[in-house]
């Protein structure tokens, strides 16, 4: 069965960097699913960060975060990580990765928060000024 679960959230000034990792079953690395990051700022609508498909290929990215954001991944340790840098207050939010099958999406491992069925319970991230 897929199961995910985020950490690394943390409390850290702004400029600084984290690193947050999501930690999926070996059946989620064993099959062909798309693994994505969002985040959920109090008040807003959960976005899209960046995804990847655990059987590799190159990332897909949110463009007004890919220049700060960067998700990479360890299938031998079944992990997902998003390398975030230069971090904003604005970037405070719950952080939580969330898979989808192949063939859910489109080429691009990138989607609706309602195209993902599984999802973490989320990490969180408060940036301060």
């Known amino acids: 069965q897929v199961h995910l679960a985020e950490s690394g959230g943390a409390s850290v000034q702004a400029g600084g960097s984290l690193r947050l990792s999501c930690s999926a079953s070996k059946y989620t690395y064993s099959n062909r699913y798309c693994i994505s990051w969002f985040r959920q700022a109090p008040g807003k609508e959960r976005e899209g960060i960046a995804g990847?498909?655990?059987?590799?290929?190159?990332?897909t990215y949110a463009g007004s975060l890919k220049a700060r954001f960067t998700i990479s991944q360890d299938i031998s340790k079944y992990t997902s990580y998003l390398q975030m840098t230069s971090l904003r207050p604005e970037d405070t939010a719950m952080y939580y990765c969330?898979?989808?099958?192949?063939?859910?999406?489109?080429?691009?491992?990138?989607?609706?928060?309602?195209?993902?069925?599984?999802w973490g319970e989320g990490t969180e991230v408060t940036v301060s000024s």
């Open positions: 969330a898979a989808a099958p192949v063939g859910v999406l489109g080429p691009g491992c990138f989607g609706r928060p309602s195209d993902f069925g599984y």
């Open positions: 990847l498909y655990t059987g590799g290929g190159d990332p």
